[in-house]
């Protein structure tokens, strides 16, 4: 269908024209042409460092010093104790693999077409030259864990080519019994306490503790043609068929292993992978592909009633949806292309999705392709639950177990405090503490409290109390006891976070401005609102200990959000005014979203003061602002305004392009911050949802924020809390039919529309 279809007629000269495939851990990234092939390879494990622990002597006395500092409104001078002796270093780097690459002879063609099919994820290229017909097709199997890319003739004629690899890490590339493989390490560092970022050099060492991740690549083809083995390559002649499986097996055995010295066994791993693939064939291996994708993808489907138009180009669509709006299949396509990239990079037992998902071709990608936990990885996974994938959060809930523990040495040697911090980036190994630069992101301790949300809503979602008492709230329950440990009284006796920053913003202060101040609204609310979920789930799990008194006393007592001069809400502990004005950052709103602290039915004048602060700061914003202001209008129940800023999403950018701040998407629908980040793509999928479907665990609203455009439709499978599924259909705006899959008896179904 039109709605599930990227399509393109011409080659991808650019990393941001190529598609994308992935089963959570490997992932492509397909440039397909005529004479040449190139696909950009990565792995999940495929990161620079090694276990580590960081220290800064005096941290916590300097911490006490800029929290009395803040206490007396002397913020400059507490950012400068902050900056000069709090911060540490960079987190590490995410790697490529680096390209398979496959030269044809001829580079001359009369037709040329590539697709990608969302609904079974496989990519397919067909072109004709000098009279021959070929047709390339190409899937990454999560049941086998191969990437297969078969070539055919689709009329006798033969071809040939050479395959090699090419790496740009450390490593020896050769051939062997039909294999050709790749052995590499990665660097052992990514020079993070270099003062720029990302990674200024990459450093390896001969130290068998201080190596990095090592790893083997390999491939193997079968055809009906001729193989030849080069020293680094493998040649294939006169073949009507050659197919291609390729896999990557590294030495990554947890956050707390050296890789070199305690890393798993990889090398055999790898080829025994390839030799059962090459055994059981294409067809079977497709089959189980397209079986186990669509057991995700089928879940939920969406529909705006429209018909499939004529097929043009994704990219030219993109531009002509930009000078009339009047195609309202292209929002269902940016919908299902969510979802598709959710399947294809986070499953269990991957890593959790990065900065660019799996998808990164830099040895110095921005921001070091991490984690950054002051939104993005979160909004990574906004739309996994709502989406009816419960499955997929499973990465990331590894990756809180892991935090959980490297948490505890950064709460204990910067703060004195029991429990576990997360700041502003991790990485593969559990990084934890306050990063190098700026206090606006370096000194900010919400990360485990806000990535402890994630952990509460799958119980909302799924009600599973097994997960609740031995994953979730143990968690929950160590983040609580490291705010409970820092909480500090104001001078009305208040408990805040203090000194507190708001993400990445400033304000002007005298001839300067300061990001560090008394507490933030931010900070105040990701600690009330961790505090409601644990006393929430003392009271699921009947708990009744010293622990939920503590807490149940606190929520009493934590500062309440405060409305501006202008109706705003206040960003910082009292009346300051933002450097920047319309900073990408809305952190302030926390609690309208991701949250359900301020609500549409309960709280009208922070309901107000929500939707005041959104029109001051505007609607302009990087790729996953924009994202994060369609939530937030979904939330005010405004979808007109939400489909404005999906519609300044869907702006076509140029690959080329270095501006920071204008978001919109790239010819092949990846999400520009610029440059690509996958949050914003995860982002509009979940504020799409948002408008479709929202719940709070009593009560399930049906098209709350549906816009004007959206007149007829139909989704079905969308979740929502209570471990139910919704379908719902509607004419002229008014819900006309609607169904609940699940036990809904104590929940209230309530028509916006």
Known sequence: MYNELLYYNKPANHYMEALPLGNGSLGAMCYSSVGTDVISLNHDTLWTGHPRTVRKEGAYESYLKAQRFALEGKYVKAQKEIEANFLTCWSQAYMPFGDLKLHFEGDSFESFERTLDLS????????????????????????????????????????????GLDCPLKNETYTSDGYLIVDGEC?????????????????????????????????????????????????????????????????????????????????NCCLETLDKAYGLGFDRIKEKHVADYKSYYDRVSFSLGTSDGELISTDERIRAFQNNRNDDDLYVLLFN?????????????????NLQGIWSNSTKPSWNCNYTTNINTQMNYWPVLPCNMPELMTPLTDMLKTLSVTGEDAARNFYNAKGFV???????????????????????????????????EIYEYTLDKSFLENTAFPIMKKAAEFYLDILTEDE???????????????????????????????????????????????????????????????IEKIKPLCIGKKGELLEWNEQLHEKEVHHRHVSHLYALHPANLITYDKDKELFEACKKTLEIRGDDGTG????????????????????????????????HAANYRSGGVYPNLFDAHPPFQIDGNFGALSGMSEMLLQSDGENIYLLPALPDKWKNGSVKGLAAKGNVTVDIEWSDGKVTDYTIH????????????
């Not at 491939?219 to 050659?242: F, H, P, Y």
């Not at 036990?743 to 028509?751: E, H």
């Open 120 to 163: 079974e994820a496989v990519l397919t290229n067909r072109y004709k030259s000098e009279g021959a017909s070929f047709k390339k097709t190409a899937f990454v199997s999560h049941p086998d864990d191969v990437m297969v890319y078969r070539i055919e003739s689709e009329n006798g004629k033969t071809f040939s080519f050479k395959a």
């Open 187 to 267: 660097p052992g560092d990514a020079d993070t306490q270099h003062s720029s970022y990302p990674c200024h050099s990459l450093i390896y060492s001969d130290k068998d503790e201080e190596r990095g991740i090592i790893f083997r690549g390999a491939l193997k083809v079968d055809t009906d043609g001729e193989i030849t083995e080069d020293k680094a390559s493998l040649t294939v002649k006169n073949a009507t068929c050659a197919t291609i499986y390729f896999t990557i097996k590294t030495s990554f055995n947890g956050f707390d292993k050296y890789p070199a010295v305690e890393g798993r066994e990889y090398k």
């Open 337 to 353: 292309f969510g979802r598709y990239l959710l399947i294809s990079s986070s499953r269990a037992g991957t890593q959790a999705t």
């Open 422 to 456: 997360v700041h502003h980036n991790s990485d593969i190994w559990g990084f934890s503490y306050p990063v190098q630069g700026r206090a606006c992101w370096g000194f900010w301790q919400g990360g485990s409290g806000w990535l402890c949300r994630s952990l509460f």
């Open 492 to 554: 009305k006796g208040n408990l805040i976070i203090c000194p507190g920053t708001s993400p990445e913003n400033n304000f002007i202060m005298g001839f300067g401005s300061s990001a560090t101040s008394k507490s933030t609204a931010m900070m105040n609310s990701i600690v009330l609102d961790l505090f409601m979920g644990c006393k929430k789930s003392c009271e699921v799990l009947s708990i009744k200990d010293d622990f939920y008194t503590e807490i149940c006393d606190s």
């Open 624 to 655: 996953w602002s924009l994202a994060w202001k369609i939530n937030f209008w979904a939330r005010l129940r405004d979808g007109n305004h939400a489909i404005k800023l999906i519609d300044r999403l869907l702006t076509l950018v140029d690959p």
């Open 742 to 753: 699940g036990n809904s008896k104590k929940l209230n179904i309530i028509k916006c529309k």
